[in-house]
């Protein structure tokens, strides 16, 4: 019944959602992982066919599919990481296919490491990896693909080198500017503000920031004073400490500017607590069931704020994992594409990096008219 609910709420926002930079988008932040029903014949089609199991050993691809394919996330607590690993399940799962799920116990790229070599030890068909370092993870993930394992990343990338693939949420530069813009319009376009920031390396919070640095050497955004980039590491009780850190070196900041949904939960929780709504803003990248409190009322800490879904994300990734093992689908050939048991065709294009990409979607903006639906989806 819950997920009818969804659907249908789904279907009457999808109108009614505004993507960051004007227009009105038809893309349904809804899970199409989660929701979307996976029909006998996509299954069929993705299940290892008994023909194929039956043929001659010399036509055998050089490994034997065991149908198993994980994901690792960034870290485990992050409501945001569960909710993209529950994506990438239900596609896994919805194909008939086994999902192995880790959440690393510390946002590092140390125990992520422990976990690729787990998983080459357990010679599994793929992983989709959400990279807390952009290089240090090169040497594990080359063995695992050296070991027939295909790999890519999802959310936050790692090093052309060590992936097929980056499944990105959205481009990072739209992203940038939905940042800058929301901090000039909720500022009046001048003052002191400040980014409250994952960990120092998280490369898709870090390519974010760049993207807003560029921007904001438009002559537009000369009066804006961005004061200093703090880390909460992901952590709730570091990015309270950071926040309030920013309050007591800052005395005269206008906004806090979040790119991680941990870290705008925690700084809008201080300004509520501390009673400074209307005085310090907070606005950034969140996640609607952990900032609905935040968001609703007379005169709320984050007026406003963008995300994606995180289940499709996760989905995403399911998904161009399978069509690389069982259709052959090659992730590092710009303008190559496969179309998945949701229905969508997903396309390969050039990243920033110099790998290959594959956007998810435009950010969303959640406000206090559309928050009390949302925060019951993801
Ligand atoms: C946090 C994580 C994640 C990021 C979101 C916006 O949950 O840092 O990687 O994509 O915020």
Not at 78 to 83: F, I, K, Q
Not at 261 to 282: F, N, P, R, Y
Not at 303 to 326: E, K, Q
Not at 354 to 360: K, N
Request: aromatic share 6%; hydrophobic share 45%.
């Amino acid at each position: 019944m819950k997920k009818v609910l969804a659907i249908l709420l789904s279907a009457a926002m999808i109108l009614s959602l505004a993507a960051c930079g004007g227009g009105t988008t038809v893309q349904s932040a809804e899970s199409a992982a989660a929701e979307t029903p996976v029909t006998e014949a996509a299954k069929e089609e993705a299940a290892p066919a008994a023909a194929e199991e039956a043929a001659p050993a010399a036509e055998a691809p050089a490994k034997e599919s065991k149908g198993v394919y994980a994901i690792i996330t960034k870290s485990a607590g992050n409501p945001y990481n569960e909710r993209e690993a529950s994506g990438f399940e239900a596609a896994i799962t919805g194909a008939g296919y086994e999902a192995i799920i880790k959440h690393p116990a510390e946002i590092t790229a140390e125990a992520q490491i422990t976990l690729i070599n787990e998983l080459v030890a357990q010679g599994i068909d793929g992983i989709a990896i959400a990279a807390n370092d952009f290089d240090a993870l090169e040497t594990s993930l080359k063995a695992a693909m050296d070991a027939g394992i295909h790999c890519i990343c999802l959310d936050s990338s790692c090093n052309p080198a060590s992936r097929e693939v980056f499944i990105n949420q959205a481009g990072v530069k739209e992203v940038g500017q939905c940042l800058v813009d929301a901090t000039y319009d909720l500022t009046g376009g001048e003052g002191q503000w400040a980014i409250l920031s994952a960990t120092s390396v998280a490369t898709n919070q870090n390519a974010w920031i760049d993207a807003m640095k560029e921007i904001l050497k438009d002559d537009k955004y000369s009066k804006m004073e961005l004061v200093e980039v703090a880390y909460g590491d992901d952590e709730q009780q570091k990015s309270v400490d950071e926040t309030k850190a920013l309050l007591q070196n800052y005395p005269d900041l206008k906004l806090i500017n979040a790119p991680t949904t941990v870290g705008i939960a925690a700084a809008s929780k201080v300004i509520q607590d501390e009673g400074l709504c209307g005085k310090v803003i907070v606005t950034g990248l969140g996640l609607p069931s952990e900032m609905a409190e935040f968001m609703e009322g007379e005169n709320p800490a984050c007026p406003y704020m963008f995300l994606w879904n995180p289940i499709d994300v996760g989905a995403v990734a399911g998904y161009t994992l399978m069509a690389m093992v069982n259709d052959g689908f090659d992730g590092g050939q710009v303008g190559a594409s496969f179309t998945a048991a949701d229905g969508k065709t997903y396309t390969v294009s050039q990243a920033d990096d110099g790998g290959t990409q594959i956007i998810v979607g435009p950010p969303f903006k959640f406000d206090s008219s559309n928050i009390a639906d949302w925060k019951t989806v993801y």
